[in-house]
DNA sequence: TATAATAAATAAACAATGTTAAGTAAGTGA
DNA sequence: TCACTTACTTAACATTGTTTATTTATTATA
């Protein structure tokens, strides 16, 4: 039965088309400003079909926060090749931040949007957020074992470094970085991570104030 | 000319009537379910009359901000009580984060939520949020004076505390805390505030780690 | 006090939103 | 050819923010 196969490629063809098109919509114009019709008439569908992909506007919207997730998985991963691991911590929330940046939107859909009612949905958000925060502590418990952050509990550090970066990230995407005249905001966000470096006590090597943060 | 001021009066108690119910509402059912139908039928008034007294939906949010970012502001002077910089700028996060946990409505519009289109009220937000902005930095300043923070641009400083008590109330109040399940939010919060105070150098005297965050 | 002018409030409508139910057209299997 | 399923659309629904025209109440003037 090639048909029924056929007929299920051509399903899942027409989900991704409305999900990319929904995606350069919210890019081009934000979120809030696009309608389920605007998609519609983009694919040059009529409004109702879009329900015979998606159960409703919500699940376009976790769709692509999932994809969103997946992205910054991927990125943060990266950070694994450094053996340091505080470097490794340092380029993984370097790699946090600039995802933040340079995709605000996607950013602001997986951290900053308050979630729609649905429930079940948000746990599987959970779960593929989860991963990136497994690895984030994995990172701190190597940090700890070279004997940073004495006296820390694991989780506590995770949910601090966490929110500095998150901070930074969501300030920055809301426009609060314009409160600064002086500095360039790139300026602003490499000093921002090694602020917390430039901070952290000598336990380690000492080459950490000419560490370079270039992305 | 009696009558024209009992008008004003009439007038600006019916502002801060649709005001007051505007924000009950939204404390109780948060913001995007609250309508100007629901706000005009709580007040047993015609939708439209709502529009007498606030140029739209936005203005009223606008006003609640405000509102927000002056009891924000009025916490945060608390803290000026103390002498020690240090034990002061930790009483000013405590502040801000408490703010956040405690009004975490208000919060979200002041910090999380994305601003309506109106440009003009906008800018003006920016003022009322700026001397909070200026206190946290005349704290800072102190700080820096008695050796803290050293080689740190003040600008970076600001922004980078900012940042963090931001991500803390900000990924709490999305729910994000329910990452810890072993520690509750309260040690989680204290710990993370805690989390920067260990971290810092020892640069003043060595108090620091006994010092106790109870808000 | 009667009437004109002003202010306050409303009813009714508008366009836009998400979503659904009923209907149509096309493709698939016998 | 004829039933049946699938893909899609039309048209409607209720709800949203907002505006226009109209009515009701209040004040000022004669």
């Not at 079909?49 to 991927?74: A, C, H, P, S």
């Not at 994995?138 to 070279?146: D, L, R, S, T, Y």
């Not at 300030?171 to 300026?187: A, K, Q, S, V």
């Not at 490499?190 to 090597?205: H, S, T």
Request: aromatic letters at 10%; proline letters at 3%; a positive charge.
């Amino acid at each position: 039965m090639g048909i029924k196969e056929r007929k299920l490629q051509e399903k899942s063809e027409m989900r991704e088309l409305i999900q990319k098109t929904a995606m350069n919509l919210f890019l081009e114009k934000g979120f809030e400003n696009i309608t389920i019709r605007h998609i519609a008439e983009k694919i040059e569908y009529s409004p109702a079909t879009i329900y015979l992909y998606f159960k409703n506007k919500d699940e376009i919207l976790y769709i692509l926060r999932r994809e969103g997730f997946e992205d910054l998985y991927r990125r943060q991963k990266d950070s694994l090749k450094l053996k340091d691991p505080l470097k490794r911590l340092l380029k993984h929330g370097e790699a946090y931040v600039s995802f933040a940046l340079e995709n605000p939107q996607y950013y602001d859909l997986m951290f900053m949007m308050r979630s729609p009612s649905t429930r079940t949905k948000e746990m599987n958000d959970m779960d593929i957020g989860l991963q990136s925060y497994e690895l984030l502590k994995n990172n701190i418990k190597e940090c700890m074992e070279k004997g940073l952050f004495p006296g820390v509990n694991i989780d506590v550090a995770a949910f601090s470094l966490w929110s500095y970066v998150h901070g930074i990230a969501s300030l920055i995407i809301r426009g609060r970085g314009i409160m600064f005249p002086e500095e360039g905001i790139n300026d602003m966000i490499k000093g921002a991570l090694n602020f917390l470096l430039e901070v952290i006590p000598d336990k380690l090597d000492s080459k950490k104030r000419s560490m370079n943060l270039s992305s």
